[in-house]
């Protein structure tokens, strides 16, 4: 019967053949691979460097400069990080357990020393406090002295200010994490520990802190990096590190093998980094239960608790946003013919096109490698997707020596050929341009981009791209007509972020900009250097806005709508990729 019932239906009509993915989409692995390998490149390099030098002056070093670059490299990370780890923890934890006078507004500002670049607050700290500054000047009128030998002041420009500037502005890593740690847990464990006898030390200490330990790690873990990476504040405040060691080795002598050489210790530390937070978190394991659980419910402070509370939540905000921007604010208005200088403006052109082109290639290169990695089934790719996060976790400087070296001799052999080819000597065509900054950025930014995308990608429905398939479009039209739409979004996301990132990367454009190339980073590091803080604003002011825009994009990651006036922590993958930690 039911064979009967078939001749009477009509012949199905055969779907149009889908395409197999790694048949068609054979140009999208090999792709990944090569912009995995392009990434990948600058490190490898350093460490072939390092074993290979020209000039071996590795016993030098370990017998003079070396130990006291490692020493303050080390006090500086460690400090830098234990600092911002406790400010970043207790404001987090003050925020989302107690009420207390303007908690709502002070949740939102305290992300707001991010926009202010760790070299302007060093800028800022020392016009603010040193013997010409208004403090040192207030106190000498008030007491009557007359000079410096008449009283005690701690010298401004020394390891431990470096420690509270960075500290001040990266803390923020560690209380965007840590708060939501702290809000993810559960009500009710609080109110069993105060059932118990648990006073709000023991809360925190016995409680909310220990469960919030790998947020709090990883967020640790970002700021020391950054700390390692940093150049613009230990070079003002005159301490030296690994960072300023390959400055002074590669600049000063010459010898670009014994950078390498200090880039490879350099790139040691950050994967000792990586592998601790990696290792803390390793036999610990936390989970929620699936039923609905009840939110923490903030406990009221009385009047003089809550204003304390409200003091010591604005203490890490003046210092690392209020005071920076007060103090660069106050030369811009002062110093006004900075605004029209032919220089400031070259400096915003050359950062639009070097910063934007970065951005652009950066977003492309992480679309075309993950969705390759997407579609091959074969190990390798998807071995080296995560590989590709490194170039974040290396330090701009690793980057510049790891790209400048073998570009260089690549360029000096491109010129070769063409001047035998023509007659006519080209020049240096990648080095001698902007070329070399541009890849610089997206071998350090690219983590950023393939997080977002990653995660845009797999938000998109499999059924989706299946019709677009058995429709007849392939591996590219279901790209275009189908992902992209869905995706837009998150790609606008991660081009605005690796922009502003790029705006404000320092230690790399130094090494890698060609002769008379100034970015406003540089313009601004250049001009305060020079101890001109008139001509150092405008460019630094410009910089502050742009980084304004990334915490703009951080609070409404961070930040939901509200409930009953409590702010609600709304999952975002492709936007909470803007912490920048591909651990």
């Known amino acids: 019967m039911a064979d009967q019932n078939a001749q009477l239906l009509p012949d199905p009509v055969p779907p149009a053949p889908a395409r197999p993915a790694r048949g068609a989409g054979g140009i999208w692995p090999v792709g990944a691979l090569l912009i995995a390998a392009l990434v990948v490149m600058p490190i490898l390099s350093v460490v072939v460097l390092a074993f290979n030098p020209t000039e071996n002056i590795w016993p030098h070093l370990l017998s003079t400069t070396l130990p006291r670059y490692a020493a303050n490299t080390a006090i500086l990370t460690l400090g830098t990080g234990l600092l911002a780890a406790a400010v970043g923890t207790g404001a987090a934890w003050l925020v989302t357990m107690y009420r207390f006078p303007g908690v709502r507004l002070i949740e939102w500002l305290l992300l707001l020393p991010l926009a202010i670049p760790a070299y302007v607050g060093a800028y800022a700290l020392v016009d603010f406090l040193d013997y010409s500054g208004p403090v040192q000047t207030a106190l000498r009128g008030a007491m009557g002295w007359t000079s410096a030998r008449d009283y005690l002041f701690p010298q401004i420009r020394s390891l431990w200010a470096a420690i509270v500037v960075l500290a001040a502005a990266l803390y923020p890593y560690v209380y965007m994490l840590a708060r939501a740690a702290f809000r993810e847990q559960s009500g009710g464990s609080y109110e069993v520990a105060r059932a118990l006898g648990a006073g709000a030390f023991g809360l925190f200490w016995r409680v909310g802190l220990p469960l919030a330990r790998p947020a709090v790690a990883a967020g640790a873990a970002i700021v020391m990096m950054e700390t390692v990476n940093d150049f613009g504040v230990v070079d003002y405040f005159a301490v030296q590190t690994l960072t300023t060691g390959i400055f002074t080795v590669w600049l000063e002598t010459g010898n670009a093998g014994g950078a390498a050489q200090i880039a ?40 003089a608790t809550g204003w304390a509370a409200t003091a010591l939540c604005l203490l890490p905000v003046g210092m690392g946003f209020v005071l920076p921007l007060g103090v660069i604010l106050s030369y ?161 996301t991660a081009l ?48 502050i806005l742009v980084g304004l825009v990334s915490v703009l994009l951080l609070a409404r990651a961070q930040f939901g709508r509200s409930r009953r006036g409590a702010p609600v922590l709304r999952a975002k993958p492709d936007r909470s990729m803007s912490l920048k930690a591909p651990l």
């Open 332 to 492: 811009a208005i002062r110093q006004s013919d900075g605004w029209v200088s032919p220089g400031l403006f070259r400096a915003f052109l050359n950062t639009l096109t070097v910063g934007g082109s970065a951005a652009v290639l950066t977003v492309l290169g992480a679309l075309f490698m993950v969705y390759g990695v997407r579609l091959t089934g074969r190990r390798l790719p998807k071995i080296l997707l995560p590989i590709t996060t490194i170039g974040y976790a290396a330090p701009g400087a690793v980057l510049a020596v790891g790209i400048l070296i073998p570009m260089a001799a690549l360029d000096h052999r491109i010129a070769d050929l063409l001047l035998w080819l023509t007659g006519r000597d080209p020049g240096l065509l990648i080095t001698g341009s902007a070329a070399a900054i541009v890849l610089a950025y997206i071998v350090r930014f690219f983590a950023i981009a393939q997080g977002a995308t990653d995660a845009a990608f797999g938000r998109v429905p499999p059924s989706l791209p299946m019709a677009a398939r058995s429709l007849g479009r392939g591996v590219g039209g279901a790209l275009r007509e189908v992902y992209l739409p869905l995706m837009k979004g998150s790609v606008g």
């Open 496 to 543: 605005l972020l690796v922009f502003v990132d790029c705006v404000k990367e320092l230690p790399a454009t130094l090494l890698l900009r060609p002769f008379n190339f100034n970015t406003l980073a540089t313009r601004v590091h250049e001009k305060a250097s020079l101890e001109n803080l008139g001509e150092a604003a405008p460019p630094a002011i410009l910089v």
């Open 264 to 303: 490879s210790v350099l790139l040691a530390v950050i994967l000792v980094l990586v592998a601790l937070e990696k290792v803390s978190r390793r036999n610990s394991r936390y989970y929620q239960s699936a039923r609905q659980q009840r939110p923490v419910t903030r406990m009221a402070l009385g009047p």
